[in-house]
């Protein structure tokens, strides 16, 4: 069984600011951690993946996110926040070995405020 | 490239009425899924495909149904439409080789239920 657990359902930080977004898995087995980014009347698009290659991991767009087995936690930074980071940011897991399922968090909004 | 496409884009139905949501991939990918989309509740899987000929249920597969009878094609189909139908609808397509690999999503199709 998997799950990830996103705190924060809206989060507002100031243009320029640090983007903090938190995201907790469970997984019965070694994971894979996604993080995707939703705009407004899009589909969702892959920011980065955790793969168990290195825990630290750069995405586009400037984010990126440190893998932390010990805290369960996969949570997503950017330095300094811009206008076109408003988004919806999902974390996602599934697990590793032949076909897994991938489970999605309930997504956190975030608005970046001029 | 067109990668993932949903067709259509927007529907209305009536209550009972039955409908099909398309979903195509070009990129040869042996995974298909559909979620659905819902505020507060992120995306949750209706079906998944690993392969032609092959469909399994996800989490939410009540007055759903699908089938794949080529790599390209993964349709959704509702039977009888009921106004908690309304929701947003993704089709996903991802590779098989390779470790968390990440899934390619449509840009959606927004169902109304009347």
């Known amino acids: 069984a998997q799950s990830v657990t996103q705190l924060g359902s809206h989060v507002s930080v100031s243009e320029g600011a640090l983007v903090l977004l938190r995201c907790n898995y469970s997984s019965s087995v070694p994971p894979y951690l996604f993080w995707y980014v939703q705009y407004p009347n899009q589909g969702l698009q892959l920011l980065l993946k955790y793969t168990s290659a290195a825990t630290l991991v750069k995405g586009i767009n400037g984010f990126e996110a440190e893998f932390k087995k010990s805290e369960t936690s996969f949570h997503l930074t950017k330095p300094s926040a811009h206008m076109s980071d408003a988004a919806e940011y999902f974390c996602a897991v599934s697990g590793s070995g032949g076909y897994q399922k991938v489970t999605f968090g309930i997504g956190t909004k975030l608005q970046v405020i001029p | 490239n067109a990668g993932v496409t949903q067709t259509p884009k927007f529907q209305v139905l009536k209550t009972g009425q039955s409908m099909t949501l398309q979903c195509a991939q070009d990129m040869n990918h042996e995974y298909m899924s559909w979620y659905r989309q819902d505020p507060g509740m992120g995306l949750r899987l209706i079906h998944y495909?690993?392969?032609?000929?092959?469909?399994d249920q996800g989490e939410v597969p009540n007055g759903y149904n699908v089938s794949r009878s080529t790599t390209e094609d993964f349709p959704l189909r509702l039977l009888s439409a009921a106004p908690s139908q309304t929701s947003v609808y993704f089709c996903?397509?991802?590779?098989?080789?390779?470790?968390?690999?990440?899934?390619?999503f449509g840009q959606g199709t927004r169902l109304t239920v009347v």
């Open positions: 996903a397509s991802r590779a098989k080789t390779g470790w968390g690999t990440e899934a390619f």
């Open positions: 495909s690993v392969g032609a000929g092959i469909t």
